[in-house]
């Protein structure tokens, strides 16, 4: 009997991806034998990236990372775990303020999948301020993103914004 792969998945719009995406990445890839990083479409948001950009950009931050897959997430988040045959979900928490709302998430996906736990990893403490609203606000209004978002990431968010100028 072979042993079984420990597989997780980490959900997120990624919008764009952060450097406290990437913390919670690389770590989460040591605890796991395969991390899927899950870029979801949110129709609640309106993305500045596409989500083909942004699968394209995780590619390319976690390409040294031989167990991390990017893939696409639509539908429901704990049926994608079960369709990968998951054995947990990977959260990041910044701070308190967003246990509540991660709590009430992991509850909900137990009661869908009941196999599949929900495991929170705290972001590094030099990450806990950051978001990815926060790091597009810094870019649009002409702020250095450098230190907040992978190289590739900071080119992609320049571009974008100077396009904007350029349009507006």
Not at 19 to 30: C, N, V
Not at 71 to 93: D, H, K, M, N
Request: some cysteine.
């Amino acid at each position: 009997m072979g042993t079984q792969t420990r597989r997780a998945v980490y959900p997120g719009s990624f919008d764009p991806p952060t450097m406290g995406h990437l913390d919670i990445i690389q770590r989460a890839a040591q605890l796991f034998d395969e991390l899927i990083v899950a870029v979801a479409v949110n129709a609640q948001k309106r993305p500045l990236f596409s989500l083909e950009e942004r699968v394209e950009m995780l590619r390319e931050c976690c390409a040294h990372l031989p167990n991390v897959r990017i893939a696409a997430l639509e539908g429901l988040l704990a049926r994608f775990a079960q369709q990968v045959g998951a054995c947990a979900i990977v959260r990041g928490l910044r701070a308190v303020s967003d246990f509540e709302y991660e709590f009430q998430m992991a509850t909900m996906n137990r009661q869908l999948a009941p196999e599949v736990d929900t495991c929170f990893l705290m972001t590094h403490q030099q990450y806990a301020f950051l978001s990815s609203s926060i790091v597009k606000e810094v870019a649009r209004l002409g702020g250095a993103v450098d230190n907040l978002v992978p190289p590739n990431v900071a080119r992609k968010l320049a571009e974008r914004f100077a396009l904007q100028r350029q349009e507006a």
